[in-house]
């Protein structure tokens, strides 16, 4: 909220479009990025794991990728030895893919004995991995796609309302073809969920904003993208998760079940914050990783009870109309910039909340800050406005 109110403040027209266009370029190189460590490889795919393997006591099996010791990066088995004997700590953390989720498994005790012996991994395997998830210049491909849906709805919507009001224009181009960067990005994280958003927020705004064929023929382009996006989900993914039959989809639904249960314990005042984490195994939730409900309604409604809920749901419904009424008033005035902007905000902000359904992305703090800024600048444009 701070952000929000500091962004309102400062803000003008002309900053907020330069700041616009930098994060989308910023946005753009991360995509570049992610191609190059996707051609290039992450890690060494395990072929074989000894019976002594200190790994065993992290249950890493042939066919898991490890690409990182203690949050550096390694390419090979060689690598791993080197890092094993070096290590000053006496536990490592290895980070992990497996049917390309990521995963960090700390707690890989290292007795003197291991690190003195020829090979103290006890790992075997030479080939990089190419089948994992994207994640740009971020911590985690949630992250990134999240935030690469937001900036792509704005390419989009500068893209769109140069193509309402002046035609296939060249800024109509260069912000197509960025977003279009960024589509592909976001189909590279095989992020069900963020990727189906995307395609509905920006389908929203195609027919907010254009008229006949052309409206008619940009959606199916979305289309094109989704379909793109099933296939990295296909090829990366672990099997069935297409027809969310993984055991990711499985897990979600079991906690998102125990959750819901529980907010009628206390539907008021909520459980507190963080909760959760402090009694995961002892309130019936599934699985080993105490981490949250996975939907941002349903967090805020069992963290700080229904309320708090229904004041979130205010508060977006009237960012939706403020967006709504903006972006047309932008429109009847000829501001191509405002009106692309806040075309792109109301796309983005319609993409977070579906996303929002089955992903608690107002828990990631990048993602947060990132939404409050922009719902700031939206505001702002329209407040300079008159």
């Known amino acids: 909220m701070v952000i929000f109110y500091l962004t309102r403040a400062v803000i003008t027209k002309r900053i907020a479009l330069l700041l616009v266009c930098i994060l989308i370029l910023s946005a753009c190189a991360g995509v570049v990025y992610s191609v190059y460590d996707l051609l290039r490889g992450r890690g060494v795919v395990v072929e074989t794991v000894a019976p002594d393997s200190p790994f065993r006591q992290v249950q890493i099996n042939p066919?898991?990728?490890?690409?990182?010791?203690?949050?550096?990066?390694?390419?090979?088995?060689?690598?791993?030895?080197?890092?094993?004997?070096?290590?000053?700590?006496?536990?490592?953390?290895?980070?992990?893919?497996?049917?390309?989720?990521?995963?960090?498994?700390?707690?890989?005790?290292?007795?003197?004995?291991?690190?003195?012996?020829?090979?103290?991994?006890?790992?075997?395997?030479?080939?990089?991995?190419?089948?994992?998830?994207?994640?740009?210049?971020?911590?985690?491909?949630?992250?990134?796609?999240?935030?690469?849906?937001?900036?792509?709805?704005?390419?989009?919507?500068?893209?769109?309302?140069?193509?309402?009001?002046?035609?296939?224009?060249?800024?109509?181009?260069?912000?197509?073809?960025?977003f279009a960067i960024l589509g592909v990005g976001i189909a590279l994280t095989a992020m069900r969920t963020v990727l189906l958003s995307f395609v509905v927020g920006a389908s929203v705004i195609v027919w907010r904003s254009l008229r006949g064929k052309v409206r008619l023929v940009i959606t199916a382009a979305l289309f094109l993208i989704l379909g793109f996006g099933a296939v990295v989900v296909w090829q990366t993914r672990a099997e069935g998760a297409l027809s969310l039959g993984d055991p990711s989809s499985s897990l979600r639904a079991e906690v998102a079940r125990v959750g819901f249960r529980r907010i009628w314990i206390h539907p008021i005042l909520g459980h507190g914050m963080d909760a959760v984490k402090l009694h995961w195994a002892e309130w019936g939730f599934p699985g080993k990783e105490m981490l949250h409900l996975h939907s941002t309604p349903l967090q805020l409604a069992f963290d700080r009870g229904l309320p708090m809920l229904a004041l979130w749901v205010w508060l977006m419904v009237a960012f939706l109309v403020h967006l709504s009424e903006a972006s047309r008033k932008a429109s009847d005035q000829?501001?191509?910039?405002?009106?692309?902007?806040?075309?792109?905000?109301?796309?983005?902000?319609?993409?977070?909340?579906?996303?929002?359904?089955?992903?608690?992305?107002?828990?990631?703090?990048?993602?947060?800050?990132?939404?409050?800024?922009?719902?700031?600048?939206?505001?702002?444009?329209?407040?300079?406005?008159?």
């Open 63 to 178: 066919g898991d990728t490890v690409w990182r010791i203690n949050g550096k990066r390694v390419y090979s088995v060689s690598d791993i030895d080197s890092m094993i004997k070096s290590a000053a700590a006496e536990s490592l953390t290895a980070s992990v893919i497996s049917h390309g989720e990521h995963v960090e498994r700390p707690g890989i005790r290292i007795s003197s004995e291991v690190k003195h012996a020829a090979s103290p991994s006890g790992l075997s395997g030479e080939s990089r991995s190419h089948r994992f998830r994207a994640s740009g210049w971020t911590r985690h491909y949630e992250t990134f796609a999240e935030i690469l849906q937001i900036v792509a709805q704005l390419a989009f919507g500068l893209a769109l309302a140069n193509l309402s009001n002046h035609g296939s224009n060249k800024y109509f181009k260069v912000a197509l073809v960025a």
């Open 334 to 386: 000829g501001d191509t910039n405002s009106f692309g902007i806040l075309l792109g905000a109301f796309g983005a902000l319609v993409g977070f909340l579906v996303s929002s359904l089955v992903n608690y992305n107002y828990g990631d703090a990048e993602v947060a800050m990132l939404f409050w800024w922009l719902m700031g600048m939206s505001t702002a444009i329209t407040k300079e406005g008159g």
